[in-house]
């Protein structure tokens, strides 16, 4: 059974960083893409960034890029945000997911048959 992990949420300023952790267990997650999308109330989840488990291609939003990253610890089977530049529209609860559909559009959580439970990041202004 697929179980994601995400902690590392919080409230921090305007322009500080942050670094989420999803931590994957349950099964091989090598033909994985692995997600973070974000959602704030009454508004569908959006897209943040994902890695390819095997091979490791990265795949932004525009809002998110150039200040977030994302990453995989393939020893860890944990895949991390760290975010920078925080930005007070960066205020949602994060999800972690995990899509194992070959061919699936990455950026549609659609695609995605695993997600964590969430977890809440605050930025103030």
């Known amino acids: 059974q697929v179980q994601l992990v995400e902690s590392g949420g919080g409230l921090v300023q305007a322009g500080d960083s942050l670094t989420l952790s999803c931590a994957a267990s349950?099964?091989?997650?090598?033909?994985?893409?692995m997600g973070w999308f974000r959602q704030t109330p009454g508004k569908e989840r959006e897209f943040v960034a994902a890695?390819?488990?095997?091979?490791?291609?990265?795949y932004y939003a525009d809002s998110v890029k150039g200040r977030f990253t994302i990453s995989r610890d393939n020893a860890k089977n944990t895949v991390y945000l760290q975010m920078n530049s925080l930005k007070p529209e960066d205020t949602a609860v994060y999800y972690c997911?995990?899509?194992?559909?070959?061919?699936?559009?990455?950026?549609?959580?659609?695609?995605?048959?695993?997600w964590g439970q969430g977890t809440q990041v605050t930025v103030s202004s």
């Open positions: 997911a995990a899509n194992p559909y070959y061919g699936t559009p990455y950026s549609s959580s659609s695609s995605y048959g695993y």
């Open positions: 349950g099964r091989t997650f090598s033909g994985y893409i």
């Open positions: 890695i390819r488990w095997s091979g490791g291609s990265l």
